[in-house]
């Protein structure tokens, strides 16, 4: 197997910034698709767009219930696939939804949500990752900061920066339930980790991110250079961002639970190979190995 070129070296002795060489839009000027010129362009600057209302309340309402149910089932919280908040035991996140859920998996081929990841990516695309994420009131943690391709190149084996991120909230989003945080403008630098990733890191990050954090003098300088935009929004809303944009969340001690269901796209041009820095690839259910078109 011809050996493919780490573009994006991280994990290492030190933290190593390296400007991105991949494209943030793919798609060639015209292509058709739900996203306007001038959107495509404020994602190409921003690395993310914020939609107002993607899904209809009615369809909120459905995914909502889904959410609730999945949550609810004991077979669900026994799988695997559920990752449980370490204080109150309640479930924080249910991965591959769109396999377990034939509701969830019926949003995805949603042409208003698959035609945005072609468009953006140029290319027709597959299902990387699935969650919904259940954050509740009262002390639900939050995401540290972190660009996702950093952990999906190093032990999932994403070659380029050809996957894009969509959360689509399932309850309003205030400035103060632990909303999605991002540094506009970040997803133009790869910051490259120190440390190396232990075995089964997975069974640790997915609850409390460790290996693949940013120092915090770098995430001050992001900071500064950057800025962060908090993102708040009616349910139906949503959040397109790029792979690598600097991003997290903080806890939610409000009353409000803030919930959403997250659906990351890669292209089929960019199928994953062996992780970069990792000793074993991680799960299927967070890293697919089914590099099947969406249809």
């Known amino acids: 197997m011809t050996a493919v070129t780490d573009l994006y070296p991280t994990r290492g002795a030190m933290e190593v910034a390296t400007p991105r060489v991949d494209p943030v839009v793919w798609s060639e000027p015209g292509a058709p698709g739900p996203l306007q ?26 995914y909502r219930a889904e959410l609730d149910r999945l949550v609810a089932d004991p077979d669900v919280r026994a799988d695997e696939r559920s990752i449980i908040e370490p204080k109150s035991q309640d479930v924080r996140s249910v991965f591959e939804v769109h396999r377990i859920s034939e509701v969830f998996a019926n949003l995805v081929r949603d042409p208003r949500v698959v035609g945005r990841a072609r468009q953006i990516l140029g290319s027709d695309v597959y299902v990387h990752q699935s969650r919904i994420n259940v954050k509740p009131g009262f002390g639900a943690s939050g995401f540290y900061w972190h660009s996702d391709f950093e952990t999906w190149h190093a032990e999932d084996g994403l070659p380029n920066m050809r996957t894009v991120s969509v959360s689509i909230a399932l309850t309003e989003n205030y400035d103060t339930n632990g909303g999605l945080m991002i540094m506009p403008g970040s997803h133009r630098t790869f910051l490259g980790c120190s440390g190396e990733t232990p075995k089964d890191n997975y069974k640790k990050s997915l609850q409390m991110q460790d290996a693949g954090t940013p ?25 397109w961002f790029d792979c690598n944009c600097m991003h997290g969340s903080g806890d939610n001690i409000t009353p409000y639970s803030r919930s959403n269901v997250f659906i990351v796209f890669n ?12 000793p074993v690839r991680r799960p299927e259910f967070i890293g697919a190995r089914d590099f099947t078109p969406v249809r």
Request: negative net charge.
């Open 37 to 62: 010129p001038s959107e495509l362009s404020d994602f190409d600057r921003d690395g993310f767009l914020a939609i107002d209302e993607l899904i209809t309340p009615d369809e909120v309402a459905v």
């Open 215 to 239: 120092s915090d003098e770098a995430l001050t300088g992001f900071a500064d250079k950057h800025g962060i935009k908090l993102f708040t929004g009616k349910a139906g809303s949503a959040t």
């Open 267 to 278: 292209s089929v041009e960019n199928t994953a190979v062996e992780p970069f820095a990792a």
